[in-house]
């Protein structure tokens, strides 16, 4: 029988993948647990619209990520916080406050886009790395003394 998995399981496939499983196996495990549909050409063709859409969502998100690394690319984004006068923020920031920034600067960056091995504690000049999917940049982050 061929089913849609619904879920990923083991031994059979991953999520959204078409397999021809035993009938046994599909009707009394797969289908009721819900992680497997029967392939009939109506959830075919929905399977096929899902895929196509996340496609093309996944096109926008990669023009829109790309287009937002050519404009940090040469840029160095301002950032002013609390510190003491050696320069030791009072709060680290994190990838979220990141986000939040560039957000109020008209950029929409994921937080979850942002690497950061540790958050930033010091004033001056940091390279932050921007990554989605395959596409990687970085842009100059300058942390000044309120």
């Avoid at 879920?7 to 999520?15: E, L, P």
């Avoid at 619209?49 to 926008?60: F, G």
Wanted: glycine letters at 6%; charged letters at 20%; proline letters at 3%.
């Amino acid at each position: 029988m061929k089913v849609i998995l619904l879920q990923n399981v083991a031994r059979i496939g991953q999520k959204f993948e078409v397999k021809d499983v035993p009938d046994g196996h599909a009707l009394n495990f797969l289908i009721p647990r819900k992680l497997a549909e029967p392939a009939t050409a109506h959830s075919l063709r929905r399977l096929q619209k899902k895929a196509d859409k996340t496609a093309a969502d996944t096109a926008t998100a990669d023009a829109a990520f790309t287009a937002l690394l050519e404009t940090l690319g040469g840029e160095s984004v301002s950032l002013a916080v609390e510190a003491n006068e050696q320069g030791h923020l009072f709060k680290g920031i994190k990838a979220e406050d990141i986000a939040a920034h560039m957000a109020t600067l008209g950029h929409a960056v994921a937080a979850t886009a942002i690497v950061l091995d540790t958050p930033i504690k010091e004033v001056g000049a940091h390279d932050i790395t921007l990554t989605h999917g395959a596409h990687t940049g970085v842009f100059t982050l300058t942390v000044t003394k309120k």
